[in-house]
């Protein structure tokens, strides 16, 4: 009878943990996906705001502390002079413990006060007051909002992973839209030195041209002159007839 009515118990309270076990994991879930993809929000902004300005007024206060002893105590003697500047130095030296000391103090705070709101909760529960519903039916939509937030975060995570995409493919065609530049400004040199080749060796050819044509006549003039000076009848002679008249005819 004992051991049923301890596994009744043990069932009434699993059902009961039922909730928080599921915003627990549902936290844990989006707390992962904040940690890979962070966005602050604006009461953690406040939250770490509220424990810096702490810290900074702590540190103002002792600055302003240590000022005000140096002034009152401004005719003591050079040994006491010596005393207080290594009580300030070591006050300095102190100031990062002290700032450790206040965050763990408020982290400890906020651990005590959550513990101390889970207690009362799953008491309420327990109870089942007029409130348990209530309480039940927040859990829930607590729980509904963290799935909700996770969808919404994995949602922008593919998002923020596409427009990475996209713009990972913009720089790719940037790069290749450079290099067809670059090859296009190659062809139109190369093509703009063929060009100038071309109209050089043309100018070359015609130089040439004229200068084999020169050497031509001046042979043609130098051929007849000689058969003229030989006195040689060359109508008589059909070959030196048939070279006479080409000459001319060429010339």
Not at 131 to 137: A, F, G, H, T, Y
């Amino acid at each position: 009878m004992s051991s049923r009515r301890g596994k009744q118990t043990k069932e009434t309270r699993d059902k009961l943990m039922a909730p928080f076990q599921k915003l627990e994991n549902a936290s844990l879930e989006l707390m992962q996906s904040t940690i890979n993809h962070p966005r602050p929000s604006n009461n953690e902004k406040a939250g770490i705001s509220q424990t810096v300005s702490e810290v900074v007024g702590l540190e103002r206060q002792m600055k302003q502390q240590l000022i005000d002893m140096a002034t009152n105590h401004g005719t003591r003697s050079r040994e006491k002079e010596n005393i207080d500047s290594s009580m300030n130095v070591s006050l300095d030296l102190l100031h990062p413990e002290l700032e450790n000391a206040v965050c763990a103090t408020k982290n400890k705070e906020l651990s005590i006060y959550r513990m101390q709101c889970s207690y009362a909760i799953q008491n309420e529960i327990e109870n089942n007051t007029q409130d348990s519903e209530s309480i039940l039916e927040v859990m829930n939509n607590s729980i509904a909002m963290c799935k909700k937030v996770h969808s919404v975060q994995r949602n922008n995570q593919l998002l923020e992973d596409k427009i990475l995409e996209v713009r990972r493919r913009r720089i790719d065609l940037k790069l290749e839209q450079q290099e067809l530049l670059k090859e296009v400004k190659a062809l139109e040199e190369r093509k703009q030195r063929l060009g100038e080749v071309k109209m050089k060796t043309g100018v070359l050819e015609k130089e040439n041209i004229e200068e084999n044509v020169n050497r031509l006549v001046v042979i043609q003039e130098v051929f007849q002159r000689i058969i003229l000076s030989s006195k040689v009848h060359w109508a008589e002679d059909p070959k030196i007839r048939t070279h006479i008249v080409n000459t001319k005819e060429f010339h």
